[in-house]
């Protein structure tokens, strides 16, 4: 069993950053893809990045290419996404899934998920 937990949103300014944690319990989430997605309200869920169990291959949606950097640390069990020049249209509860077998961008792809964590940016 993985239960991810997410840290690190916040109110942040258009053009600054965050850098979002998603950290697991579980042997399995170090040899498995980890996916964040977001959701705005009255919006659907929508994927963000994603990345493989060994940190080779990573995916972004085109929203946030250049912008975001996916990473993981196994040592520590944990996956980043770190924000750049974040814009109002980023505001989202941004959300953890873990256990894919490989980095899809489809929900169905993960079998565990985390509570999210909030980030507005302002304009």
């Known amino acids: 069993q993985v239960q991810p937990v997410e840290s690190g949103g916040g109110l942040v300014q258009a053009g600054g950053s965050l850098r979002l944690s998603c950290a697991a319990s579980?042997?399995?989430?170090?040899?498995?893809?980890t996916g964040w997605f977001r959701q705005a309200p009255g919006k659907e869920r929508e994927f963000v990045a994603t990345?493989?169990?060994?940190?080779?291959?990573?995916y972004y949606a085109n929203s946030v290419k250049g912008r975001f950097t996916i990473s993981r640390d196994n040592a520590k069990n944990t996956v980043y996404l770190q924000m750049n020049s974040l814009k109002p249209e980023d505001t989202a509860v941004y959300v953890c899934?873990?256990?894919?077998?490989?980095?899809?961008?489809?929900?169905?792809?993960?079998?565990?998920w985390g509570q999210g964590t909030q980030v507005t940016v302002s304009s």
């Open positions: 899934a873990a256990g894919g077998r490989l980095p899809g961008t489809r929900s169905n792809a993960y079998n565990y």
């Open positions: 990345i493989s169990w060994s940190g080779g291959s990573t």
């Open positions: 579980g042997r399995t989430f170090g040899s498995s893809a």
